[in-house]
């Protein structure tokens, strides 16, 4: 019975992404098979390759930021679990909820703490958002040495600064504060009119583990800097596929208008919001509306809709694979004995350690990431 209803679900889902496919991208598909043959060969075969390589990248990029906070998992089954994500956020918008409940349904069938993937993927967002401002400042600052900054350039750079003060605040107080954390979970409890349920508070202590893992983010962040990068040669490949000559620079440019348009868009994956902003630009500079058309199209067939394919058929496997969960072993981070103070804990199991909140000082337990 439960295998019927994976099943309907599956086909509701591929239907849904099948209608919002065509809603958004029947007339530039048809336009794009219709010219097909004047696309060069090797710039799309170029873009597949680069496409692939992404989906491999934020499969990495989550290695990293598991590993980084004591949880062990191969290359390969965090690629499959980074494109489930990916689908699910494109499909659903959901400021990244939908992906988080990818990555936590997938660490509770193989054992690994829920705290702890919480805070991988906390990481996994934080070290993407780094990314992206930096992308942005790089495009600002082009636009402002070529004369071509516009009012929808600074208003998109005053907005993405206003978030950005907020996503930093928000980032503090949750590492730093954990009292007013708590202040804030008990008053959402009391708006719900629920019995009141403790505070999970594992993923602290994991975000403070990795926090004192420099390494580990360093390589995050040059995997998210990587991803942003890909997708900008994505970008150019397209465009070199319909003979428009673009430079870098500008390419990067583009780039950063998809990814402002498609974080601005209340529809999933910024379906028509992007393909308008991206067309309206090159023409803007120069381009004629068919060749724009057919390199945002195929663009966006790279960058969006191959990797939720992708993400697609893993989640078919995912939720046709019946392994039960197993059993979460808690992970205890201890400090060696003699160690200088501010230095990384070891991550071991082990059964959860009568220990206060917070992090513990040196040759005292962490408590368990739970």
């Known amino acids: 019975m439960r295998s019927r209803t994976r099943h309907i679900l599956m086909i509701a889902v591929a239907a849904g992404l099948l209608a919002v496919f065509a809603s958004g991208y029947g007339e530039p598909v048809r336009f794009m098979i219709g010219r ?25 990029m989550n290695q990293v930021a598991h590993e980084a906070v004591g949880v062990r998992c191969g290359a390969t089954e965090m690629t499959r679990t980074a494109a489930v994500g990916f689908a699910a956020q ?28 919480v805070a991988a ?14 992308l ?9 040495a070529t004369d071509r900054l516009t009012g929808w350039w600074i208003a998109a750079a005053v907005g993405f600064s206003l978030y950005a003060v907020v996503v930093i605040v928000g ?60 997708g900008a040669t994505v970008l150019t490949a ?28 209340i529809v999933p994956g910024g379906v028509g919001v992007v393909e308008g902003s991206l067309v309206a630009l090159l023409v803007a500079d120069g381009a004629d509306a068919g060749p724009a058309a057919l390199a945002v199209a195929l663009f966006r067939v790279l960058d969006l809709w191959l990797p939720v394919l ?17 059993e979460v072993t808690p992970v205890v981070a201890t400090h060696a004995v003699g ?21 513990a000082g040196a040759g005292r337990p962490i408590p368990a990431l739970v």
């Open 36 to 60: 097909i043959g004047d696309l060069r060969p090797i710039p799309v075969v170029v873009g597949v390759a680069v496409s692939m390589l992404a989906m491999w990248n934020r499969g990495w």
């Open 90 to 117: 494109k499909v659903v918008k959901s400021a990244g909820a939908a992906g988080l409940a990818v990555f936590v349904r997938h660490g509770r069938r193989r054992g690994h703490q829920p705290g702890a993937v």
């Open 121 to 134: 993927c906390v990481l996994t967002a934080v070290a993407a958002f780094l990314a992206l401002g930096g």
């Open 136 to 144: 942005l400042a790089i495009a600002i600052g082009v636009l402002a």
């Open 171 to 230: 980032a503090v107080v949750v590492i730093r504060s954990r009292s007013t954390v708590s202040w804030a979970w008990d008053r959402v409890q009391r708006l719900r009119r629920r019995p009141p349920t403790p505070m999970p508070t594992g993923w602290f202590d994991a975000l403070d583990v990795g926090c004192r893992r420099p390494t580990g983010l360093v390589r995050l962040v040059g995997h998210a800097v990587l991803g942003k990068l890909l």
């Open 238 to 265: 397209a465009l070199a596929a319909t003979g428009l000559d673009v430079g870098p620079s500008d390419a990067l440019i583009v780039y950063a208008t998809a990814l402002a348009a498609s974080m601005v868009a």
């Open 310 to 326: 992708a993400g697609f058929i893993a989640a078919r496997g995912e939720l046709s694979n019946r392994e039960p969960e197993v």
């Open 339 to 359: 160690a200088p103070h501010g230095a990384v804990p070891d991550i071991v199991p082990g059964p959860a350690p009568d220990a206060s909140p917070g992090i």
